[in-house]
């Protein structure tokens, strides 16, 4: 690959790791280089700006820096409109939750409020706590949580698809209501996938304790274990299986002597698309391997070339796979 | 304008200060931003920040010796310090290339260059066309490989290519226009 194709391909974020590793090496290796580097992306920036600052709407940002500086000269409740000028804005960043958090600090006295947030992107959402756990969202999934938690439990609300990330502290349990379970933990991390009357909550580190809240059935589920529940059925444990429950979250795609019928719903999952085959014996094909960040095309291809036999055609979001005719 | 910025500053009036940062720096430091981060609400959301930062140390602003640079590299820290958080909670930026960005932001100014600009321009309007289309699409109107290469029905690797070859191309034009004009 030549470096100007790497280049290309970081400045359009769509280069994996070990290409940018490779571009760095060349980049440094020579003031040259470095230089070359910086006048391709420059031309790469200069060439689209005029239309990128049609984008941004400096009108708008300015009448509400307006209202922002306004509401603070008033100076009462800075906390208050500071939140629910974000709360306009769909994605919030981390980093302005991080902002508002340093504000908490400085204001101690003021009295909680609730905040609300959902994901409305395509990309994985994540929110700091006021304890500093840690909750991604899934795309759609819903949040609401104190903007300060009492000294006896953290209560927080979720709906969807969930994985959280929980600071250990002995003394103030957090508790994760859905409209289904209420989950209970003390520090660890876990994944929980809620949806009309059905949840699922898989532990990767520590453990939690799950209570179905029609029932009150509860079960106690430790590292590498997971619960599947309905609204009306007893809560079982049962050893997860699913090595890639979290590639929503991590883009990676781990495959351990797998057979292609699990590789294809794990691709299905992470790619929002299709697979069906013309042969039900393709299915027990094995795969082994790791993919970070790939595009779906690409994963495709890699499977497509490690198994000779078998060939691919795609249409929209349907892929359907054929053994080659001798 | 830079006048402009000293009268206001004599006088005090700082919304009619900050005014005039909106105005002439907002949407270049949202682009600027943008560079870094992948959407346009998180762009917005860092410039935002990084303004209101400055009104609440409005008193000092004397101290700053360019407004200009000051914001440019405001935002730079600010989204630097955000990827860096990012990459570490959810592990899909990596070191080198936050270290490329570090590099990259270093060299380039970002300040507009309008000659410049137009010589590019000159040197995408000289591009074969379908070259020019993917490359068009892609910069001008932040289409996804994979989006541009379902509307043109064209493989992502066509895509790709094609926008590696529109770069090479840009580069040998305007290094070649620079080398003239340094030799007149």
Redesign the interface.
């Known amino acids: 690959m030549?470096i100007?194709?790497l280049?290309?391909?970081?400045?359009?974020?769509?280069?994996t790791?070990e290409e940018?590793?490779v571009?760095?090496e060349w980049?440094?290796n020579s003031e040259e280089n470095?230089?070359?580097?910086?006048?391709?992306?420059?031309?790469?920036?200069?060439?689209?700006?005029?239309?990128?600052?049609?984008?941004?709407n400096?009108?708008t940002?300015?009448a509400?820096?307006?209202k922002?500086?306004s509401n603070e000269n008033q100076q009462t409740k800075k906390i208050h409109v500071l939140a629910s000028y974000w709360k306009q804005?769909?994605?919030?960043?981390?980093?302005?939750i991080?902002?508002a958090s340093s504000f908490l600090l400085f204001n101690k006295n003021i009295t909680s409020h609730t905040i609300a947030n959902t994901n409305t992107?395509q990309?994985?959402l994540?929110v700091v706590l006021p304890d500093s756990s840690?909750v991604?969202l899934h795309q759609n999934a819903q949040i609401s949580y104190p903007s300060k938690f009492n000294s006896k439990s953290r209560d927080i609300h979720v709906q969807g698809h969930v994985f959280c990330d929980v600071q250990t502290n002995q003394n103030q349990p957090f508790l994760v209501t859905t409209p289904t379970i209420t989950i209970q933990v003390l520090g660890t991390k876990f994944d929980v996938k809620e949806s009309k009357n059905t949840a699922s909550v898989i532990v990767a580190e520590g453990s939690v304790k799950v209570t179905s809240n029609a029932t009150q059935a509860h079960v106690i589920l430790n590292e590498n274990e997971r619960a599947d529940i309905s609204v009306d059925e007893d809560i079982v444990a049962t050893i997860n299986s699913d090595i890639n429950f979290l590639s929503w979250?991590?883009?990676i795609l781990t495959f351990n002597r797998t057979p292609l019928l699990t590789v294809f719903s794990d691709i299905e999952r992470q790619y929002n698309c299709s697979i069906i085959v013309s042969d039900k014996d393709i299915y027990s094909e094995i795969l082994t391997g790791t993919y970070q960040?790939h595009?779906l095309?690409e994963i495709l291809e890699v499977i497509a070339a490690a198994f000779p036999n078998l060939s691919y055609t795609q249409v929209n979001n349907t892929i359907s796979f054929q053994n080659k005719t001798q | 304008m830079k006048k402009k910025f000293a009268d206001i500053q004599t006088n005090q009036d700082w919304?009619q200060y900050?005014?005039l940062i909106?105005?002439h720096y907002?949407?270049?430091l949202?682009?600027f931003a943008?560079?870094f981060?992948?959407?346009?609400?998180?762009?917005?959301?860092?410039?935002?920040?990084v303004?209101?930062k400055l009104?609440e140390q409005k008193e000092s602003l004397c101290e700053i010796i360019s407004l200009k640079s000051y914001l440019y590299r405001a935002v730079r820290n600010?989204c630097l310090?955000?990827i860096k958080?990012?990459k570490i909670?959810?592990?899909?930026k990596?070191a080198?290339?936050i270290?490329?960005k570090e590099?990259?932001s270093d060299?380039?100014?970002?300040y507009?260059?309008t000659e410049?600009?137009e010589h590019?321009?000159n040197a995408?309007a000289e591009l074969p066309e379908r070259c020019r289309e993917v490359?068009e699409l892609?910069?001008?109107?932040?289409l996804k490989?994979?989006e541009i290469s379902a509307k043109l029905s064209i493989s992502?690797k066509a895509v790709?290519?094609n926008?590696?070859r529109a770069?090479?191309s840009?580069?040998k034009k305007?290094?070649a226009y620079k080398h003239s004009e340094q030799n007149m």
């Open positions: 030549n100007t194709e280049i290309s391909k970081y400045l359009q974020k769509t280069s790791v940018n590793i571009l760095m980049v440094i470095t230089k070359e580097f910086a006048s391709i992306c420059r031309y790469w920036y200069a060439s689209g700006r005029k239309q990128e600052e049609k984008k941004f400096s009108h940002a300015f509400k820096f307006k922002i500086i804005i769909s994605a919030v960043a981390a980093v302005v991080l902002f992107n990309a994985v994540e840690m991604f979250k991590t883009g960040n595009e095309e | 919304e900050f005014e909106y105005e907002h949407a270049s949202c682009v943008k560079s981060v992948n959407d346009i609400d998180e762009a917005e959301e860092i410039v935002q920040n303004i209101l009104w600010t310090n955000y958080h990012q909670v959810l592990q899909y990596d080198a290339w270290k490329l590099i990259e060299f380039i100014n970002p507009q260059n410049l600009e590019i321009n995408i490359f892609s910069r001008f109107d932040g490989n994979k992502i790709e290519a926008i590696t770069l090479s840009l580069r305007i290094e």
